[in-house]
């Protein structure tokens, strides 16, 4: 099995096990990492979730690793810009929330209140729906393809 194939499949196992993880609400979401209570698991293994989830779509296309295409191109920008977006989810939900637990407040001041939770939620599903996006952008793109 070459490189990539190794990849895109320890990427896959991730994504379906944090994916598995989040809708069971398993305990280890809530289970503490730190003495004071205060840094739950569930955010590492969130976390592990909005980066691997672009990375097994862009080990497992080519043409977005590779883009030969103008779409592929801009898809390919796209999905680098949601891997990017991955891996600095925590340290920007953290300037949102000003916590590790990302719990928000009716705070009036921004950090940890209403409209930075709204930025932290839009935040969230945006990495998850713009990585679905992507691959379903190009599937269809591959329809058109088989079309003409």
């Not at 609400?25 to 672009?54: C, E, H, K, V």
């Not at 969230?124 to 269809?140: D, Q, V």
């Amino acid at each position: 099995m070459n490189r990539r194939k190794t990849y895109f499949y320890i990427a896959l196992i991730l994504t379906l096990t944090v994916v598995i993880l989040l809708v069971t609400g398993s305990s280890l979401l809530t289970r503490a990492l730190d003495n004071s209570q205060s840094i739950p698991f569930g955010t590492f293994i969130t976390w592990t979730g909005m980066i691997s989830l672009p990375l097994t779509i862009y080990w497992g296309i080519k043409d977005l690793r590779k883009p030969s295409g103008k779409l592929n191109r801009i898809l390919s920008v796209f999905l680098k810009t949601i891997m990017i977006s991955g891996i600095l989810w925590v340290p920007i939900s953290y300037l949102l929330a000003g916590n590790l637990a990302f719990s928000f407040s009716e705070k009036e001041t921004f950090q940890g209140g209403q409209l930075a939770m709204r930025w932290f939620w839009w935040f969230s599903y945006g990495i998850g729906i713009g990585a679905l996006l992507t691959s379903i952008l190009y599937w269809i793109s591959l329809l058109f393809k088989k079309i003409k």
